[in-house]
């Protein structure tokens, strides 16, 4: 119980995390304007208290179309990430008889499939850098390049969050022992096999 309810708490840690970097607008940043994913913020340059945040609100706002893949394979990450989030906390607190702790091959799944989503959304937003939207802010920037924007902390918290979420499953694979030249399995944390050695006659 305490061990599922420490993957709940991680999973419900790394899904309110990768939101919190899916709405900053630091991903690319010059000393007067900042964009993300979802937002941008354009302030006067050496006052960014005064700033006036604006958000793309749907895929049509989006001004480049690497930009809106981009945007919906992190949203989908995003979304992924959050279901098992809420399977693993529903996981954690159900009884036992009514919730058998077995099946986390599903949930691995999910995991695997949520920080490989988010990796390639990661990958693909860059080549936004070659949008016009990109180059006005940022100037001579083109694919990877980002000419006068420096990267900001909402893109590395986004890419530290899908490198954890993609440590995860690899944390929690089913553990195996080798026991006189066979393989146990370890399924889940209730799962107990107590060895006795043969007592000679």
Do not use: H
Not at 47 to 58: A, K
Not at 119 to 145: D, H, K, N, Q
């Amino acid at each position: 119980m305490m061990v599922g309810s420490t993957w709940a708490a991680l999973g419900l840690s790394l899904t309110c995390i990768s939101a919190f970097s899916l709405i900053s607008p630091a991903w690319f940043q010059t000393p007067t304007f900042s964009f993300g994913v979802l937002t941008y913020c354009p302030w006067l340059q050496g006052d960014s208290w005064n700033q006036s945040c604006g958000t793309f609100r749907s895929l049509d706002d989006i001004p480049d179309f690497a930009w809106k893949v981009s945007a919906v394979l992190l949203l989908g990450g995003w979304l992924l990430l959050a279901f098992n989030a809420i399977l693993l906390l529903a996981w954690a607190l159900a009884p036992t008889a009514l919730c058998p702790r077995k099946g986390s091959g599903q949930r691995v799944g999910a995991e695997v499939a949520a920080a490989a989503t988010t990796a390639v959304g990661l990958l693909v937003f860059p080549v936004s850098l070659a949008s016009p939207f990109a180059r006005e802010v940022c100037g001579a920037s083109s694919v990877y390049r980002s000419g006068q924007c420096q990267l900001g902390w909402g893109y590395v918290t986004a890419i530290l969050n899908a490198v954890l979420a993609s440590l995860l499953p690899m944390i929690r694979w089913t553990r195996m022992t080798k026991v006189q030249g066979k393989t146990v399995f370890f399924s889940s944390d209730t799962d107990k096999i107590i060895l006795m050695p043969e007592m000679s006659k």
